[in-house]
């Protein structure tokens, strides 16, 4: 049985005043019946920990460097980040492929160094709009996965969220049945990749998530939960989806 996750992305945003709102989201899910993830900007997870202290809310950061330390000015490692009160990372998110032109050896390389220091990777994958208006979504898809799945990923380690690029920050969303297409296909080719393992993986749909379509989308085959951007910056809109989930 796989536990429902609901994660939060905060990108780029979040000064000290914003904590409140992870403070309002933990005084209203105290016993929530998924999980809960936020994953702040790197500077607000040890004050974000202090803040949640025992709240079931789970910290992570939204990339970490391959290395284990050493001279990478700007660079935050994956025990720095574990050390900071994380637990998880995200990693190879679209807005850090097409930036910082990480590759999907780059972001396996960061999952392998993930794993090492004991947090769980959220490992993003998706298509453009280019590649799905070609029909190559599913390569592009069985690619990125292929080439960004680490050896020793698990059920327990490993997390993959399916966020069409296009679907970012966008409005837009892809139809149930693209979701539903995507999120079959890769658990098969988990199963193929991980054996028994495969099936423990959750699988996250990420990409213009808000309270009014939640529902529809959690009620999808293969869907275990959503990675949130700007509707988790608020408590009362990431509250509404974790309710949605909760509920599906
Ligand atoms: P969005 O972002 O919910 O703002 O579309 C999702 C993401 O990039 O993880």
Redesign the pocket.
């Known amino acids: 049985m796989r536990r429902k996750l609901a994660a939060g992305?905060w990108?780029m945003n979040g000064l000290a005043a914003d904590l409140a709102e992870a403070q309002a989201l933990a005084a209203d899910h105290g016993a929530p019946g998924c999980d809960i993830l936020i994953c702040p900007p790197a500077t607000l997870l040890s004050r974000m920990a202090d803040t949640l202290g025992h709240a079931p809310i789970a910290l992570g950061g939204q990339d970490c460097h391959a290395g284990a330390a050493g001279a990478h000015t700007g660079d935050v490692s994956a025990a720095m980040l574990a050390d900071a009160g994380a637990s998880h990372v995200?990693l190879g998110?679209?807005?850090r492929r097409a930036d910082h032109a990480e590759t999907d050896a780059a972001v396996r390389a960061k999952a392998a160094a993930a794993q090492a220091a004991g947090l769980v990777a959220v490992i993003?994958l998706g298509e453009t709009e280019a590649d799905r208006d070609a029909g190559r979504t599913l390569e592009v898809i069985d690619r990125q996965l292929a080439g960004s799945l680490p050896g020793g990923a698990t059920g327990a380690n490993t997390v993959i969220?399916y966020?069409p690029v296009w679907?970012?920050?966008?409005g837009r969303t892809p139809t149930p049945d693209q979701i539903a297409e995507v999120h079959a296909f890769l658990r098969a080719r988990l199963t193929d990749l991980m054996a028994a393992e495969g099936a423990a993986v959750r699988l996250l749909y990420?990409?213009?998530?808000?309270p009014g379509n939640a529902a529809e989308i959690f009620a999808l085959p293969e869907v275990d939960g959503a990675?949130?951007?700007?509707?988790?910056l608020k408590a009362a809109d990431f509250g509404a989806i974790i309710t949605a989930l909760e509920q599906a």
């Open positions: 992305n990108k995200i998110h679209s807005e993003c969220a966020e679907a970012i920050g966008s990420g990409g213009s998530v808000k990675l949130v951007g700007g509707a988790s």
